[in-house]
């Protein structure tokens, strides 16, 4: 069924349709009025009442304490840290990375309602449309997967997963299933499901032949995992070999439109939910690691799949716990890694742990030999991630003497330079020069080399574009959009007196448009609407926080004024040089008209007497 809309709105609004690639502006309402802010944010991000407003770490940024606020009364987000900010369609796309169109669509599907086709352009409906396709490709992928495992060519899997004692339970819930040895099994079915060998190359499921045309499945005679995203969503494929000859032992899906190595976890679908209760998340590497864990109640387990974790997973963590424990191995890689993520767990405010096994071998075979019990001793004698490095540092140091530990300094230097606090930095100094049984003074040096050298420069947040403040102009720009916004009575002046050509910043620019085609006799500005008019991102965010923090101006008018003049006194020297530099290049053709503008600007200067009609350049 079509959403049904009445004709007839103002021209204001068809133009804004027309910019919106023709979704009309009561259908995006619609969905606005439908989808609240607080109840979509908060199925992405665990939000906390505080006042008025809802609060949560910011998913766009890392950061320790919540400056990332969601206001229900207006309707928008605004992120303190890092300028984030707009309506509940600017937090869906950027969130999951979706074009403005495609977030809109989202949230239609949300809640029930429905765009005709010819709403979105052609090209925004197939990207769509494809991604969609692949979701559900994937899907029939891992169906025709399980569906195997229990038939007689999975014998060798079903085995497999007994030997590793994973119960039927759990092979249900995870959605294990077997690939079958052969080339062309995936690509057959598949064909008979109507699926193009193109779709399945997009999603990684098969390779195009060296030699010749044609394609063969990419996982053969593997036990299969399907990797979802947090919403439940098959992304991807981690297949574990059935025949030791076979090579790579865990086989992942490539890089595709769904699924980018070393952005997300597995198992963050199942784990997401008891992350958020307990406050705490468990990391492991692998597959079997996940599945056992939570088969013996350890249901806020995600695995790695045994890449380097990166901001991007550390990030998504942060929504939802608040310490991590992570199961490193204790072999060099293993340290590396740890000492590696150190920095991106600094900076995130997680508490982090590391977990050692007190016997060889994986967190999966650890519990199927001690247990819970055992495992719960495992996470209550996890030490903290800088304990770990130093302490499993010096050990390797010992096998290796002098070499050995200008390795261990390696990597313990680093760490320690980037500890903020001088008092914690010197104990833990004190400590490495005891048990490397180095000079301590030495040590100190090498450490200040360490953090003159390399101190690690935290990205600031990319601030809104247009903001440099640096200039009187930019500044008078953004004070007048901020009035304008926050107190209506000074829109007449600016309106009369200014064009959005007249602004040098295209953020401040296109607000001062989307501002022209309010109306303008209002008691408070409507933000949700004006959003709606804005397509910039940018200038969303700007929006959002000026209409979150509504700074409070003693003279609103007078102050509307003066920026009013910076802003034209700035167009009419631009004009000025302009024309001096048109009239020094007319000159031998003696036209007087440049001359004469001149001259007419000047006096214009003089007096303060702006008119409106300064035409562009
Ligand atoms: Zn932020």
Redesign the pocket.
């Known amino acids: 069924m079509l959403f049904g809309f009445q004709a007839g709105k103002k021209a204001a609004t068809e133009r804004a349709n027309y910019r919106m690639n023709r979704i009309p502006h009561q259908v995006i309402e619609e969905i606005r009025n439908r989808c609240d802010i607080v109840e979509v944010i908060g199925t992405y991000v665990p939000l906390k009442q505080r006042g008025s407003s809802y609060y949560a770490v910011?998913?766009?940024?890392t950061?320790k304490t919540p400056?990332?606020a969601v206001n229900p009364a207006k309707q928008i987000f605004h992120?303190?840290?890092?300028?984030?900010g707009g309506d509940v369609f600017s937090f869906v796309a950027k969130h999951q990375n979706l074009s403005f169109y495609e977030a809109i669509k989202v949230l239609a599907d949300r809640c029930g309602v429905e765009l005709s086709h010819q709403q979105q352009t052609s090209q925004e409906l197939a990207r769509l449309k494809e991604r969609e396709q692949f979701f559900a490709i994937n899907e029939l992928a891992a169906d025709y997967y399980k569906q195997l495992l229990n038939k007689q060519e999975g014998a060798l899997a079903r085995e497999y997963l007994a030997h590793r004692r994973v119960s039927t339970q759990c092979v249900e819930k995870f959605v294990l299933g077997y690939a079958p040895s052969g080339w062309n099994h995936l690509l057959q079915y598949m064909a008979n499901k109507g699926v193009a060998p193109q779709k399945l190359l997009q999603v990684g499921l098969i390779i195009p032949r060296s030699k010749g045309a044609g394609f063969y499945d990419r996982f053969r005679q593997r036990l299969m995992f399907p990797i979802y995203n947090a919403q439940g969503k098959v992304i991807g494929f981690g297949g574990r070999t059935l025949d030791d000859e076979q090579q790579p032992k865990y086989l992942n899906s490539p890089d595709t439109p769904l699924y980018h190595k070393g952005e997300g976890f597995y198992g963050l679908n199942w784990a997401r939910e008891d992350i958020g209760k307990s406050g705490s998340a468990i990391i492991v590497e692998g597959y079997l690691d996940l599945i056992t864990a939570h088969q013996y109640g350890f249901t806020n387990v995600v695995a790695t799949l045994g890449t380097a974790i990166t901001q991007a997973q550390v990030r998504k963590l942060r929504q939802w716990a608040k310490e991590v424990i992570i199961f490193f191995d204790s072999d060099t890689a293993g340290i590396s890694a740890a000492a590696r993520s150190w920095a991106l767990f600094l900076e995130s405010g997680l508490r982090v742990r590391v977990a050692a096994l007190e016997a060889e071998g994986d967190p999966d075979s650890y519990l199927n030999t001690y247990g819970t019990s055992g495992f719960e001793g495992c996470i209550g004698r996890a030490v903290s991630l800088l304990d770990f490095v130093i302490e499993q540092s010096i050990v390797q140091s010992k096998q290796n003497g002098i070499e050995g530990k200008i390795e261990a300094l390696n990597k313990i230097l680093p760490v320690l330079a980037s500890i903020n606090n001088q008092v914690e930095r010197t104990s833990y100094l004190k400590q490495l020069a005891e048990r490397l049984n180095i000079e301590e003074g030495v040590l100190l040096q090498e450490l200040r080399k360490v953090v003159e050298s390399g101190r690690r420069k935290i990205d600031k947040?990319a601030s809104i574009s247009g903001d440099t403040s640096g200039s009187a102009t930019q500044l008078a720009e953004k004070m007048l959009i901020q009035l304008m916004i926050c107190y209506p009575s000074t829109q007449q002046s600016a309106l009369s007196q200014l064009q959005a050509h007249d602004f040098t910043s295209a953020v401040y620019a296109a607000i001062f448009k989307a501002l022209q085609e309010e109306e303008h006799d209002v008691e408070e500005v409507d933000v949700t609407a004006l959003m709606s008019r804005l397509q910039d991102e940018a200038a969303k965010a700007f929006v959002s926080s000026v209409a979150m923090e509504h700074e409070r101006f003693e003279n609103a008018e007078r102050v509307a004024i003066d920026c009013i003049q910076v802003i034209h006194r700035r167009r009419l020297k631009t004009k000025l040089s302009e024309l001096k530099e048109l009239h020094r290049k007319t000159k031998s053709t003696a036209d007087t008209k440049p001359l004469y503008e001149c001259d007419q600007l000047m006096k214009e200067m003089k007096t303060g007497n702006f008119p409106a009609t300064i035409k562009p350049t």
């Open positions: 910011c998913p766009f940024h950061e400056s990332f992120c303190f840290g890092c300028g984030a947040p």
